[in-house]
């Protein structure tokens, strides 16, 4: 069984620049995945990010961004602010009307 | 601005049934190309799809649920429900309700757009 792999934790400074990264235990993420990538406080409801790999949900800033690198999709945050500390998470659309949910990456900015 | 809202109860006795409702305001369910969802969440863990009810009303489940999990929808009252049977302690989660959107033919597009705050179930006797 394929798994969705997520770095379990990362740190950065504030207004640092920092890549999360989501990929998948066989075989390279592809825009044919539609890579979305959401924000999560404790709490309270996933906020969406990014969907189809690099594009914005309505009122997210552009210091959010989303890429494939090498074979993983990417989730890029520029100039770290304090209340981007959470957990970032990924979900891939395996086809068929499958998903598949990243593990998610908690982000420390300090 | 479309919500959705989970209800049912927060706690249920281990081999019991849980039951849980989204109810939705600002779409319907039978419109638009549309996965109406059942996410979870235990603590300290990450997300786990559980299944959905497409606007057509085809279902498909995550593996891992399909013999115990059944979706449902209620059209006159806009909501859909799950169903998992045979609870166990690991069940014990929050479970968010999530419209996923497919875009369109010529644009597909497949991300959750809209989530519900989620309902805590704990599964204890």
């Known amino acids: 069984q394929t798994v969705v792999t997520q770095e379990p934790s990362f740190s950065v400074s504030p207004g640092g620049t920092v890549t999360l990264t989501c990929g998948l235990t066989?075989?390279?993420?592809?825009?044919?995945?539609?890579p979305s990538w959401y924000q999560q406080t404790a709490g309270q409801a996933p906020r969406t990010l990014i969907y189809s790999t690099n594009s914005r949900s309505p009122g997210v800033p552009d210091r959010f961004s989303g890429s494939i690198v090498g074979k993983k999709a990417a989730l890029t945050i520029r100039g770290a602010q304090a209340d981007d500390e959470c957990e970032y998470f990924c979900v891939l659309y395996m086809g068929s009307g499958i998903w598949a949910f990243g593990g998610g990456t908690r982000l420390t900015v300090l | 601005q479309v919500q959705l809202q989970e209800s049912g109860p927060g706690l249920v006795k281990p081999s019991q049934t849980l039951s849980l409702t989204c109810t939705v305001s600002?779409?319907?369910?039978?419109?638009?190309?549309?996965?109406w969802t059942w996410i979870r969440q235990p603590a300290g863990k990450g997300l786990e799809w559980i299944g959905h009810?497409?606007?057509?009303?085809?279902?498909n489940f995550n593996p891992s649920f399909k013999s115990r999990a059944s979706i449902s929808s209620d059209t006159s009252k806009n909501q859909f429900s799950l169903k998992l049977t045979s609870v166990t302690a690991t069940d014990t989660a929050v479970y968010h309700c999530a419209r996923g959107s497919a875009g369109s033919y010529d644009s597909p597009k497949y991300y959750f757009d809209y989530w519900g705050q989620g309902n805590l179930v704990t599964v204890s006797s």
């Open positions: 009810i497409y606007s057509t009303g085809s279902i």
């Open positions: 066989s075989g390279s993420v592809s825009t044919g995945y539609f």
């Open positions: 600002g779409d319907s369910i039978t419109s638009g190309s549309y996965f």
